[in-house]
């Protein structure tokens, strides 16, 4: 499975993103997918991910009522609307395909929100 994000950049606080990753290869029909991110030294962090079966949409507490995870109808790309930015969101994202113990990530995109 090869995962390609798009979508960062440079926005002001307040300002919004929309990211995008999209699955290729060996795309399993049920699986996770998701966003971390990962600050200048900070540890790598859960920020949403999105299951084609059993719970709905998952959210950190710090992103809530801000960031929209959604997927497209084929299933193979998700996508991170990232609404009223705030400088602390500034990170590089990585989306990641999850089924099971099978696991993989994208290289990431750096998204910055400038103050």
């Known amino acids: 499975v090869q995962l390609v994000e798009s979508g960062g950049g440079l926005v002001q606080a307040g300002g919004s993103l929309r990211l995008s990753c999209t699955a290729s290869?060996?795309?399993?029909?049920?699986?996770?997918m998701g966003w971390y991110r990962q600050a200048p030294g900070n540890e790598r962090e859960f920020v949403a991910s999105h299951a084609t079966r059993g719970d709905g949409p998952r959210y950190a507490d710090s992103v809530k009522g801000r960031f929209t995870i959604s997927r497209d109808g084929a299933r193979s790309t998700v996508y991170l609307q990232m609404n009223n930015l705030k400088p602390e969101d500034t990170a590089v994202y990585y989306c990641?395909?999850?089924?099971?113990?099978?696991?993989?990530w994208g290289k990431g995109t750096l998204v910055t929100v400038s103050s």
């Open positions: 990641y395909w999850r089924y099971g113990v099978q696991e993989y």
């Open positions: 290869g060996s795309v399993l029909s049920i699986n996770v």
